[in-house]
């Protein structure tokens, strides 16, 4: 299968945290946490569709400043998902700047801000230029038990809040089903290619009944009083694979209540993002900031059964040492997983 999902780590494995991710034939993207962001163009920028920070510590935070800046002026609406208090925090680094002059802008920019946090439901705010970026309250988010926060185009948003001695968030970010249509088949029975095989599709993502009809028609213009068959006799022209899904963890302690939400959020993810900032003989250190070490990123990439582990958020106090860092996290991970950049 084809990977729909394209992410790029921006700043190295020691730099400021921030991953891009592209998707096949998806005009957005989506931007996990907002370290320097200098490495992007502005026509990367103006392409971000989602924002998911984990947590307001400045290195995941900085650089929304650069976003900002290229957003103002154009008309979107920018989805933000953050931790508990976020939407205050985003208040306060709008409300840094003067906006006395918003009147003269005809677009306008909107964010929503979606906080996940341990409660049954997750507060969402609004700030829109035209108000000055006032903060105005939005109805309430049942609290999705599988973390679903929300989708974009065909990706569904999963997040789970941990412990770093603030709440911080881990992401997953998935991929529909894909459908792919079995040419040879429809062939086989005489079946033309054409509009209908989407409404097949639709149908059996939303799964209908065999019984349901479905209409056969090559051109838009057949739609009307096109043959049907039914659901039943349809369902294998269509092959269902699952979709591509990347995990992003970071910024966390070694806790076994962490441990068992960020395996949950990352299990079979065929990418993992997971921080490994201190060695393993450094645990000590490791736990008292909050952190995670190689070996604890090793075994969470094995017990969720990932297939590839990106390593990132190296301490700077190992320059030099990347491949040591390394090494230790694919030990840990074991020989089904495989570790980006080892060797």
């Not at 599988?146 to 911080?168: E, K, N, W, Y």
């Not at 700077?316 to 040492?321: D, E, F, H, S, V």
Request: glycine share 8%; proline share 7%.
């Amino acid at each position: 299968m084809r990977p729909s999902l394209h992410p790029r780590l921006l700043n190295g494995r020691s730099g400021d945290p921030a991953v891009y991710v592209e998707a096949l034939h998806l005009p957005q993207a989506v931007l996990l946490d907002c370290g320097d962001l200098s490495s992007l163009s502005a026509r990367h920028l103006l392409r971000v569709g989602l924002v998911a920070v984990s947590h307001a510590h400045m290195d995941h935070w900085a650089g929304f400043d650069r976003l900002l800046r290229l957003l103002i002026g154009r008309e979107k609406r920018l989805p933000v998902v953050g931790p508990e208090g976020f939407a205050q925090r985003l208040f306060h680094k709008l409300q840094a700047y003067t906006w006395n002059l918003v009147d003269r802008i005809p677009a306008e920019l909107v964010f929503e801000v979606t906080e996940v946090t341990r409660g049954a439901t997750w507060p969402r705010s609004r700030f829109r230029l035209r108000s000055g970026f006032a903060a105005e309250p939005l109805p309430a988010m049942a609290a999705a038990p599988d973390g679903t926060v929300l989708h974009l185009g065909p990706l569904r948003l999963r997040a789970t809040q941990l412990d770093h001695g603030t709440p911080s968030l881990g992401f997953a970010l998935e991929e529909a089903l894909h459908l792919n249509v079995w040419r040879t088949r429809l062939v086989e029975r005489g079946l033309p290619t054409g509009p209908w095989l989407a409404g097949l599709k639709a149908a059996i993502l939303a799964g209908h009944a065999d019984d349901v009809l479905i209409p056969v028609y090559a051109r838009p213009s057949e739609a009307e009083g096109a043959p049907c068959l039914p659901l039943g006799m349809l369902r294998d022209l269509i092959g269902i694979t699952p979709g591509q899904r990347l995990a992003y963890l970071t910024d966390f302690a070694d806790l076994p209540g962490n441990r068992a939400a960020a395996m949950t959020l990352a299990e079979g993810a065929d990418i993992l993002f997971i921080e490994s900032p201190f060695m393993a003989a450094d645990a000590a250190l490791a736990l008292d900031r909050r952190h995670l070490t190689t070996r604890a990123a090793g075994e969470i990439a094995r017990q969720a059964r990932a297939r590839k582990v990106e390593p990132f958020h190296f301490s700077p106090r190992y320059a030099g040492m990347e491949a040591g860092l390394l090494a230790e996290l694919a030990e840990a991970a074991g020989p089904d997983v495989a570790v980006q950049g080892l060797g």
